[in-house]
């Protein structure tokens, strides 16, 4: 795993590091916050928050931000400044923030407007920052700055995810974590009362899917599927990577697997009890040749197929 360097060399070099903190226009992250009171021994309080970063807009300043919708957000974990903050139907607390990523540093800012500069910004990551040093980085308000970082790997939608867990100097100190690809998937803090916050499903602007939908900004349940279905995958034809939607009435064990048009299998993506829903996975196929494939899911007493065309 290479490490962030805070004497970045190249262009190549500052977007590996700007690949842990994505910002492209329909990235979207579920969160599961489970609290627990350390002199109180009663069970836990869970809260579901999202935040989705849902247009561009560029501010007479001429800066680009990211404009990023949150959806229940504790509030100790607000923005900087929020604004057009509203309660949706299910009472939850719906806000806006503006963040944009300097893309000659790698360092991370959000809008902050205050009255002697209504472009004042507040560096809240610094990725380049070397390991045993500080920043002034502060990621949530009434903070004092971020101190350096450790490498590691993390377990995440079932594969080992680069990560670098940092420590951000709160009155009581809070350590998160930016994951390549996903960006921020943790936060933890613990003194009395411990907190864990983790990251339970990301799709990125390409319609790619992580874990498993929660639908935090639905005031309604979701509507179970009435049969047991496989769709067509999309992007079709495609190249490499595809999505493949399938739907349960009820649990049961799915073995979905990949074949070519000798009857050869070339992949299984699922084999494993799943919940009634709506489900989706990722057949990755750059090994393979273009040409057609057959996507083949089996349940306990069904079987569904697809064709589907990788086209390279």
Do not use: C
């Not at 990301?202 to 769709?231: H, K, Q």
């Not at 000798?262 to 799943?274: C, K, P, S, W, Y």
Request: proline fraction near 6%; hydrophobic fraction near 35%; avoid cysteine.
């Amino acid at each position: 795993m290479m490490a962030l360097s805070a004497q970045a060399q190249s262009q190549e070099e500052i977007n590996d590091a700007l690949r842990y903190y994505p910002l492209e226009v329909g990235n979207y992250w579920e969160y599961r916050m489970i609290s627990m009171d350390g002199s109180n021994p009663g069970p836990a309080d869970t809260l579901l928050y999202s935040r989705e970063v849902v247009a561009d807009t560029t501010l007479a300043n001429g800066q680009m931000y990211k404009i990023i919708k949150s959806i229940n957000r504790p509030l100790w974990l607000r923005a900087h400044y929020e604004y057009n903050i509203d309660i949706n139907p299910n009472n939850q607390r719906i806000s806006y923030y503006l963040e944009r990523v300097d893309e000659e540093n790698a360092d991370i800012y959000q809008w902050n407007p205050v009255d002697s500069n209504p472009f004042n910004e507040v560096l809240i990551d610094s990725l380049l920052m070397s390991a045993n040093s500080s920043s002034n980085a502060i990621r949530w308000p009434n903070g004092f700055g971020t101190d350096g970082w450790a490498e590691y790997e993390i377990e995440l939608f079932g594969s080992s995810i680069n990560s670098y867990h940092y420590n951000f100097l709160f009155l009581v100190p809070i350590q998160y974590t930016l994951s390549e690809t996903f960006g921020l998937t943790h936060i933890h803090t613990g003194e009395g009362s411990i907190v864990d916050i983790n990251l339970i499903y990301y799709r990125d602007n390409l319609g790619n899917e992580f874990g498993e939908p929660v639908f935090v900004n639905s005031p309604l349940e979701p509507e179970l599927p009435r049969a047991a279905s496989l769709s067509q995958n999309y992007p079709n034809p495609f190249n490499p990577s595809t999505q493949i939607p399938f739907e349960l009435s009820g649990p049961a064990h799915v073995q979905l697997e990949v074949y070519d048009m000798l009857g050869r299998r070339v992949a299984v993506l699922i084999n494993e009890m799943r919940q009634a829903g709506t489900h989706s996975a990722r057949f990755e196929a750059g090994n393979l040749p273009s040409g057609m494939y057959i996507t083949r899911m089996q349940t306990e007493n069904e079987v569904f197929t697809q064709k589907m065309i990788l086209l390279k």
